[in-house]
């Protein structure tokens, strides 16, 4: 079983920001269980990824936000 605290540094730019799951969900058109999932482990789709980068957090590299 995989941790639920993936992706740590999303986890703390969007506590920053305080940005919710549904925040990123409703920003790129698709369901909070889905970014959930992804959150809880589940690879993001790249293009996902990227769009959640550009919309809130452009000043942060992919690298940054997805490490593991």
Known sequence: ????NQYPNLRA?????????MNIAD???TR???V???L??????LDAA????????PDK????????
């Not at 079983?1 to 639920?4: C, R």
């Not at 809880?40 to 789709?45: E, L, N, R, T």
């Not at 990227?50 to 809130?56: D, L, P, Q």
């Open 13 to 21: 730019e969007m506590a920053r920001n305080q940005l919710t799951i």
């Open 50 to 57: 990227v769009e959640i980068r550009n919309r809130f957090f």
């Open 61 to 68: 590299t992919l690298d940054e936000l997805y490490a593991v």
């Open 27 to 29: 920003g790129i058109g």
């Open 1 to 4: 079983m995989k941790s639920t």
């Open 40 to 45: 809880s482990g589940k690879a993001f789709p």
């Open 32 to 34: 909070r269980e889905t």
């Open 36 to 38: 959930s999932r992804w």
